[in-house]
């Protein structure tokens, strides 16, 4: 209980302070590398201030040279925090438009190249997909997808959405698929990151994305099992 007291008092504190420092830099960064960061500090000084522990299993299996569609489970409101503390890349994701209204903070997503999806307009994600596309593209960037949408149960997933494995495909650039795990009695306790085998998307195609979400899916739920 201390922890989340703890947690939820660091993001009110550090966050508008790191929005103004992102939405700066952000104006001179065109590759994102600095907004990069500065978000990856905002997400390791809240962790250890608020004495959430953190590990990552699997980081070998990460070329830091590379770019990646990184497809996650989605469990918890912290793992933006989690996965931007422990991933050694310079990460944007998909997030709801609404947050790009919030003062500072929606500023700050803005200018760190983070992907603005309309949850409730389905004719709209094309256009969030190929806003990712000119940024994975033109930016320093790994893009981040929940494919599930919405945070889910401890116990399993929900089925996947197409966006980011179309964003995959339409790429050519490899899917590093990761997994979240909590205590799920208190999630500031022991969070884990495994990370899998990246998954090669060359030669798949948009008539193939099902065959690959299923091959991504069926890691994440081993990977939940290690």
Not at 104 to 122: C, E, Q, T
């Amino acid at each position: 209980m201390i922890r989340y007291i703890l947690l939820i008092f660091n993001i009110l504190i550090f966050t508008p302070f790191f929005s103004l420092i992102i939405i700066f830099i952000g104006l001179f960064d065109k590759q994102k590398n600095y907004t990069s960061y500065f978000a990856k500090l905002w997400a390791k000084i809240i962790l250890k201030f608020s004495l959430v522990n953190c590990t990552i299993k699997g980081i070998e299996n990460i070329r830091i040279s590379d770019k990646f569609v990184i497809i996650s489970n989605h469990q918890s409101f912290i793992d933006i925090l989690v996965t931007f503390s422990l991933l050694p890349l310079n990460i944007s994701f998909f997030t709801k438009k609404e947050l790009f209204y919030v003062p500072l903070f929606g500023w700050a997503l803005y200018s760190a190249g983070m992907i603005p999806v309309d949850r409730y307009n389905k004719s709209k994600s094309k256009e969030s997909v190929n806003l990712a596309l000119k940024r994975i593209n033109k930016m320093n960037l790994s893009i981040l997808n929940y494919p599930e949408g919405t945070r889910t149960s401890f116990e399993g997933l929900k089925p996947f959405k197409k966006g980011g494995f179309i964003l995959a495909i339409e790429s050519n650039i490899p899917i590093l698929p990761i997994c979240i795990i909590y205590n799920k009695n208190n999630i500031t306790n022991n969070v884990r990151i495994v990370v899998a085998d990246s998954i090669e998307t060359l030669n798949y195609n948009i008539e193939q994305r099902d065959d690959l979400i299923s091959i991504t899916r069926d890691t994440i739920i081993k990977s939940m099992n290690t």
